[in-house]
């Protein structure tokens, strides 16, 4: 019955080409993720030739503030249901580097709002960083997000600050054109 309601999703239906293509120009994990009750559920995800064998997989749960797909969403919530969130669901450390100061999340999630991308470097997992860029509907709501993840060696600064992202932002605008006006 999930599989049934996953593939009902618009977001879904318009992201499948971009993901492909995301994990075969990096070579790593990408993926699609999307809110549920408070928390950040990956829907969809593609396998590059590099991938390493770690945790990403359809239907696993993190929490909003651990991880870049869950943070590109949570900074295009209002306030109020990101204070919401945060009551829920706290701000759990996974990692060291795992932000857990609400002040510290307020001001990671107006940055990633003006750089149009989110940032994971080791937060939810050691040794591994994501980027991803949220998808954005023609009413100017989240409706997800894309991400790449991969190990932290292979992943440089360059790659984790401008490459990537400017994938992850032209395949989000391609999902947005393709699920605004299919």
Do not use: C
Request: zero cysteines; aromatic letters at 4%; charged letters at 30%.
């Amino acid at each position: 019955m999930g599989d049934v309601a996953r593939q009902r999703l618009e977001i879904y239906q318009s992201a499948g080409e971009e993901l492909q293509r995301l994990a075969n120009e990096t070579g790593e994990h990408a993926s699609l993720t999307v809110e549920e009750h408070g928390k950040a559920v990956i829907i969809a995800t593609e396998e590059g030739d590099e991938a390493i064998p770690v945790n990403i997989y359809n239907g696993i749960v993190m929490k909003m503030h651990t991880a870049a797909p869950g943070k590109a969403i949570f900074a295009h919530l209002g306030e109020d249901r990101v204070s919401e969130i945060v009551e829920t669901h706290g701000l759990v450390e996974r990692t060291e580097n795992t932000i857990t100061d609400r002040d510290d999340l307020r001001a990671e999630l107006a940055e990633i709002r003006e750089r149009k991308y989110a940032l994971d470097d080791e937060e939810r997992l050691m040794g591994m960083r994501s980027v991803a860029a949220p998808v954005i509907d023609r009413g100017g709501r989240v409706r997800g997000s894309l991400a790449i993840y991969g190990p932290t060696n292979r992943i440089d600064d360059e790659l984790f600050r401008e490459d990537i992202p400017d994938l992850l932002m032209r395949s989000a605008n391609i999902v947005e054109v393709l699920m605004n006006y299919d």
